[in-house]
């Protein structure tokens, strides 16, 4: 097998390597900027640079030469090469900054040279923290600067598109921005303009920056150029805290981190899965921080008479929902699951009412045809169809949810906006006592007597199936009243949570929502009715669920948590409008 | 001018095609392109530049990009004549600050601007690699005025006027006169 010697040690490798993938592979580091591993390798930043060279055979024996201590001479290559389009090939040697002097230094000049213009403004810099030309400074750069004279000035504040902003000055024109629009998102709205110290990225004039995937360019940006219009200035990346989830403004279930200050959400990045979304995410599904956060049900409410509606207190909630359940018989109920919750949510709701002598509920897809693309945005505009199909809740068009409100005397909505988007009207509803459990305001919510709030899936553990049938699940990510991130082991903690106490005037405890994850709140009703139903977590209603339904037979948190999700044997249903 | 109003002529669109021809792709004829815009419209404005982008079905990023590297094309609309003075090094030693302000105060310019008549835009510019015969001068990305002194300057400025652009003089470094003189004996 061929094999390379890298700091001194052998490794075999097979297939072709550029080096500096394979050094990253290896887990040993090489501080670079412009190449990323989805996209062409320019080598425009310099950064990578090794010693490299080969060691000499001699062609008639194939035999190695050897010195006179017996040692295999090597003839490096002229100069210094950049790792990153650097080949590997059968008897490479190569030295990075561990061993080689020469490249240590060839790496402090590169970054000397990059600094020259760069404004050096990490303490206002959205980008500190989790910036790699500060990192990298740090660990490779120069102690100091020897360039005393002023700066180039370069625009700074120009908004690029209506979502990205950029500070031409922080920019190292590393291209990858570029070579996004070019190569990935394949919108080619950017390019480089002017040239020498004054270059930057743009778009042509009479255009702006408004792929739908522009907020990509901000994540992979290695320094503070392009920032998210929205995020910009508001959290230090080391207040916050991360927390894995699933994106569920579409259908494709992007793998995504929920970044959260003080139980607000206050950015969504995409997190690496190369079997869904590689590094990237649509725009759109970012834009959902705000949904996580704003126009919340919280706390219950009852309509008291016509239009009023009012916070009553669970106790009222859970005894008007048994009353109303009393009154009246399995049949004159109208139970609508919905694609938009998740597996677990949808389960042990229908299940709750099956119970009570129900049939399956119903649930209709949330389609708009034409609005997807071929990569990550779906014409399904909810992220757990296939989910619903899974549980077999029973799959019906609009005018079949309406056939089944008119026929019924209570309706019974799981968190879905079905007056919204159009399948049902406020007059439909009017005369039926209709109970929404919902995580937003919404229309619906409007027009219900009395609403639920319930946990988002920022705020609980639970699966998606996305439209390809892959099961993936969220974590908990913002406390909700009833909480608590140092109680609740599947949460994760940031420096301020961990550290601030409810007495500093920078940790805030406001920002929870009065609600209850759909399952509790089924405990208490269940109680109240005599109905034999406990779940004390969405990982219990899981096990029940891979116990009995065949596709998720094996299949449990841990199993998700390990393989980014895991593809499930179902037959790929083609989305399409009900 | 809108961009309704640009559009290339038949002959253009030709000669378009004929340079395309000479490429693997569409990218690789931007700049000769930029260059048939240029000669048409006297300027590569965004308007123009998109122009090229769609004659080329390229994206308008891309020609930008291109335009906005090359000093050459001009981004903006210049005077009839564009006189590029050399202020690198060569040239700055010979006296080419000396010539560039003497140009300005004989226009009534400073560098980067452009006389009311529309006749000429002064330019500072780096190395045209004509240190040999430095101070030196391009006129309009085209034929250089070399080993300036003030008189040549106001004659060239003269002719200029009068419509007579300088012709294209060979050049010989000092140190190889003789040798020349010898060579055409």
Not at chain 1, 546 to 559: C, F, M, N, Q
């Amino acid at each position: 097998m061929p094999e390379v010697f890298i700091d001194n040690e052998r490794y075999e490798f097979e297939g072709d390597y550029m080096a500096l993938q394979f050094i990253l592979d290896l887990g040993k580091e090489v501080p670079f900027f412009c190449y990323h591993p989805s996209m062409s390798i320019p080598a425009n930043c310099r950064q990578c640079m090794v010693k490299a060279g080969q060691y000499i055979k001699d062609e008639e024996t194939g035999e190695y030469e050897l010195d006179e201590n017996g040692e295999r001479k090597i003839r490096w290559f002229p100069k210094m090469q950049t790792s990153c389009a650097l080949k590997l090939s059968d008897g490479m040697v190569i030295q990075t900054q561990e061993t080689s002097e020469e490249a240590e230094r060839a790496q402090k000049d590169t970054l000397e040279f990059l600094l020259i213009n760069h404004p050096l403004d990490c303490p206002i810099c959205d980008q500190a923290g989790e910036c790699p030309l500060q990192i990298q400074t740090y660990k490779y750069g120069p102690e100091g600067s020897r360039f005393e004279v002023k700066k180039v000035h370069k625009p700074k504040r120009v908004q690029l598109g209506p979502r990205v902003t950029l500070d031409a000055e922080r920019c190292i024109n590393c291209t990858r921005c570029v070579r996004f629009a070019e190569e990935i998102s394949e919108t080619n709205q950017l390019t480089i303009v002017s040239r020498g110290d004054k270059n930057y990225p743009m778009t042509a004039p009479s255009e702006t920056f408004d792929d739908p995937y522009s907020l990509n360019t901000v994540d992979i940006c290695p320094v503070g150029a392009l920032t998210s219009t929205d995020f910009r200035f508001k959290a230090r990346v080391w207040e916050m805290n991360q927390t894995p989830s699933i994106d569920i403004t579409n259908g494709k279930g992007c793998n995504i981190d929920l970044w959260t200050r003080d139980n607000e959400v206050l950015r969504i990045t995409p997190r690496h899965n190369p079997e869904v979304n590689d590094y990237w995410m649509p725009d759109e599904g970012r834009e959902a921080f705000e949904q996580f956060n704003k126009n919340r049900v919280s706390r219950p409410s009852i309509t008291l008479d016509e239009n009023n509606q009012s916070n009553t207190s669970w106790n009222n909630a859970v005894e008007t929902f048994a009353e109303i359940l009393e009154a009246h018989d399995p049949d004159q109920l109208a139970v609508f699951g919905t694609p938009h919750a998740s597996v677990e949510e949808n389960y042990a709701f229908n299940k709750f009412f099956n119970l009570l002598g129900a049939s399956n509920a119903r649930f209709t897809p949330h389609i708009i045809p034409g609005y997807g693309d071929d990569f990550l945005i779906t014409d399904d505009q909810a992220p757990n169809t296939n989910g619903c199909r899974l549980i077999n809740l029973e799959e019906t068009d609009d005018t079949g949810i309406q056939s089944a409100v008119t026929s019924a005397k209570v309706v019974i909505i799981l968190s879905d906006d079905l007056v919204g988007r159009g399948v049902l009207s406020a007059d439909d509803l009017a005369d039926r006592y209709t109970i929404s459990l919902a995580t937003n305001q919404s229309d619906t919510t409007e027009a219900s007597d009395l609403v639920i709030p319930i946990t988002c899936v920022a705020e609980h553990a639970a699966s998606y199936v996305n439209i390809d049938g892959r099961i993936q699940r969220s974590f908990p990510a913002k406390e909700t009243k009833y909480t608590n991130r140092r109680l609740n082991l599947e949460m994760s903690e940031g420096r301020l949570d961990r550290y601030g106490t409810n007495f500093d005037n920078w940790v805030n405890e406001e920002h929870k929502i009065d609600c209850l994850p759909v399952w509790e709140f089924l405990n208490h009703l269940g109680e109240r009715i005599g109905l034999e139903f406990q779940y004390d977590h969405s990982r219990a209603i899981f096990d029940e669920m891979s116990d009995r339904i065949d596709p998720l037979k094996g299949i449990s948190y841990e199993r998700m948590d390990e393989e980014l999700g895991v593809q499930l044997p179902i037959e790929q249903q083609e989305v399409t409008q009900a | 001018m809108t961009e309704q109003e640009l559009a290339f002529t038949q002959d253009e669109l030709d000669e378009i095609e004929r340079i395309k021809a000479k490429f693997p792709t569409n990218k690789a004829a931007t700049l000769r392109v930029l260059w048939v815009a240029q000669e048409k419209y006297g300027h590569v404005k965004p308007e123009v530049q998109n122009l090229v982008a769609d004659t080329l079905d390229l994206p308008r990023s891309h020609v930008h990009g291109v335009a906005s590297f090359y000093t050459q094309y001009y981004k903006e609309e210049t005077g009839t004549y564009v006189l590029d003075v050399c202020t690198c090094l060569s040239c700055q030693v010979c006296g080419g600050y000396d010539i560039l302000h003497h140009l300005e105060d004989e226009l009534g310019i400073k560098a980067g601007e452009t006389t009311e008549d529309g006749m000429f835009t002064i330019q500072e510019v780096e190395c045209l690699g004509a240190c040999g015969y430095a101070p030196m001068l391009q006129v309009t990305n085209g034929v250089y005025a070399n080993n300036l002194t003030k008189e040549k300057v106001d004659k060239l400025i003269e002719n200029l006027r009068k419509g007579k652009k300088p012709e294209f003089e060979s050049m010989v470094m000092r140190q190889n006169e003789k040798r020349k003189k010898e060579l055409s004996q």
